[in-house]
């Protein structure tokens, strides 16, 4: 009964946005990123590296609540759109909301998958990216 | 640049250490413990610590990136997990041309572990520049 209302609170969610969260893209923070990826394109110095935007603002991927529901995280995958480069100096505003939560029975059991849809915006208020990703717990 | 379908792309082999997998975890500030925590990672039935989904989707980025250059751009990016990745081994990133039309080209890119399983799969569209 507890998982069910898990699943059922999680679903009452799915479509509101959550709250929107904004950074700057600091050439300091972009520089730890790119040594962490071990990418030594030069073009990384200025400019944001294909998956930089889930650093700079963190995606709320272990959402709590999800977490009475089994016994671990993993990710299944994710979906990222570019339609702008992000550079050093950029101040993007991130808004995430749950877009989709059902259950999936396989040979493993049963798993519960949370899609999670983050629009990333920046100062001039042109939609840089948009992202999805979808966190399975089991 | 002239790509055509069927062609494989410049592979990319990735060598992440655990070290990696800290320095990542804090750049993403991703602290789920199975990334650095070996004890943590077995009680939820992992072989030990794994890499990131992201850190994986980073490399295939990289793969896509350097092939490309400054003679297009990645528009969209997407992968789908199939399979844990082990720090110490390496990590192969692949490609493939699977459709061009016109500017717009479409690639398959995946990444696999030393025995050839490809862990990572996706896909990517790139316009051309010019």
């Known amino acids: 009964m507890a ?16 709250p929107a969260v904004s950074a700057t893209v600091e050439a300091g923070h972009l520089e730890r990123f790119v040594e962490a990826i071990d990418d030594p394109n030069p073009r990384w110095t200025e400019e944001a590296p294909p998956t930089y935007l889930v650093a700079l603002v963190p995606v709320s991927m272990h959402l709590a609540e999800a977490e009475e ?6 990710n299944g995958g994710n979906r990222f759109e570019h339609f702008e480069p992000v550079r050093v100096g950029d101040r993007i505003t991130a808004t ?21 849809e983050t629009d990333y915006v920046n100062q001039h208020g042109r939609t840089v990216a948009r992202l999805r990703g979808t966190a399975i717990r089991r | 640049m002239t790509p055509k379908v069927g062609e494989e792309i410049p592979e990319l082999v990735k060598h992440p250490t655990t070290r990696q997998l800290v320095q990542y975890a804090g750049a993403q500030g991703d602290f789920y413990e ?7 990672a077995r009680s939820v039935a992992l072989p030990g610590v794994i890499l ?18 400054d003679e297009g ?38 990444g696999e572990d030393p025995e050839g399983k490809r862990t ?4 990517a569209t790139v316009e051309l520049a010019g």
């Open chain 2, 34 to 40: 199975i990334h650095y925590d070996q004890d943590f």
């Open chain 1, 96 to 116: 995430g909301k749950v877009a989709d939560v059902y259950e999936k029975t396989g040979g493993s059991g049963t798993l519960l998958f949370i899609i999670f």
């Open chain 2, 73 to 110: 751009t990645l528009k969209t990016f997407e992968v789908s997990y199939r399979g844990v990745d082990v720090p110490g081994k390496p990590y192969r990133c692949r490609g493939r041309v699977v459709k061009v039309e016109g500017k717009h080209v479409e690639l398959e890119v995946w």
């Open chain 1, 3 to 18: 998982v069910t209302s898990v699943v059922e609170r999680l679903k009452a969610r799915v479509g509101q946005p959550g």
């Open chain 1, 69 to 74: 529901y089994g016994k671990g995280w993993l």
């Open chain 2, 120 to 123: 990572t799969v996706g896909t």
């Open chain 2, 52 to 69: 990131h989904g992201l850190l994986k989707a980073a490399f295939l980025g990289q793969l896509i990136t350097d092939w490309l250059g």
